[in-house]
């Protein structure tokens, strides 16, 4: 079975400032990491994802992500946060294969102060 | 290119209706999964289909809840009986299928029981 940890629920950092949001999964098979944004009341967009080589991986609106097999994290930061950052951010992890539900962790909210 | 549709954004039912919740997925996409967000929680898995099969319904609850995605028409997720424990953003999400894929998400239908 596959999970994802989110630790903390809530992030608030400084426009200009280095967001990083943190994952850790749980995975018997190397995974599929993804990074998703959710805005109030809508459907969720993707970042970014990971499946294979490059472990670092850039995403859209500035975000990057590192797969690190040996901390089995897959963070997610930019350099440089922006008001239209605030959020809610998901972290999920699916097996290779043809059924590949996701398995959420439970969110993490980015709230972005002037 | 239309994203992911669902219909309708919001759904209030009485204990003991019916629920009908529909999921048009993108142009050119034959699978369609469905997920459920509880207040204050991450994203759960439901049930995966392809066109006339259900493949994983593993998330799903044994009883009242039932998914279809016929050859013709949306994919419906439909719920018998609703009590309050339903109430819940439930998403649709689509994708092409294979090994390395994205799933695209639709904007949701937020279910109020009363």
């Known amino acids: 079975a596959q999970s994802v940890t989110q630790l903390g629920s809530h992030v608030s950092v400084s426009e200009g400032a280095l967001v990083l949001l943190r994952c850790n999964y749980s995975s018997s098979v190397p995974p599929y990491l993804f990074w998703y944004v959710q805005y109030p009341n809508q459907g969720l967009q993707l970042l970014l994802k990971?499946?294979?080589?490059?472990?670092l991986v850039k995403g859209i609106n500035g975000f990057e992500a590192e797969f690190k097999k040996s901390e089995t994290s897959f963070h997610l930061t930019k350099p440089s946060a922006h008001m239209s950052d605030a959020a809610e951010y998901f972290c999920?992890?699916?097996?290779?294969?043809?059924?590949?539900?996701?398995?959420f962790g439970k969110g993490i909210t980015l709230s972005v102060r002037p | 290119n239309a994203g992911v549709m669902q219909n309708p954004r919001h759904l209030v039912r009485r204990r003991g209706q019916e629920a009908r919740l529909r999921c048009s997925p993108m142009k050119g996409h034959s699978h369609v999964y469905w997920y459920r967000q509880l207040p204050e929680e991450g994203l759960k898995f439901m049930v995966y289909l392809q066109k006339e099969n259900i493949i994983d319904e593993s998330g799903m609850p044994k009883e009242r809840f039932s998914a279809e995605f016929p050859k013709e028409g949306p994919s419906i997720l439909r719920i018998q009986q609703v009590v309050r424990g339903d109430s819940a953003a439930y998403f649709c999400?689509?994708?092409?299928?294979?090994?390395?894929?994205?799933?695209?998400f639709g904007p949701g239908t937020r279910l109020t029981v009363t």
């Open positions: 990971y499946t294979t080589g490059a472990t």
């Open positions: 999400a689509s994708s092409t299928g294979g090994t390395a894929y994205e799933q695209y």
């Open positions: 999920a992890v699916s097996e290779p294969g043809a059924n590949s539900k996701l398995t």
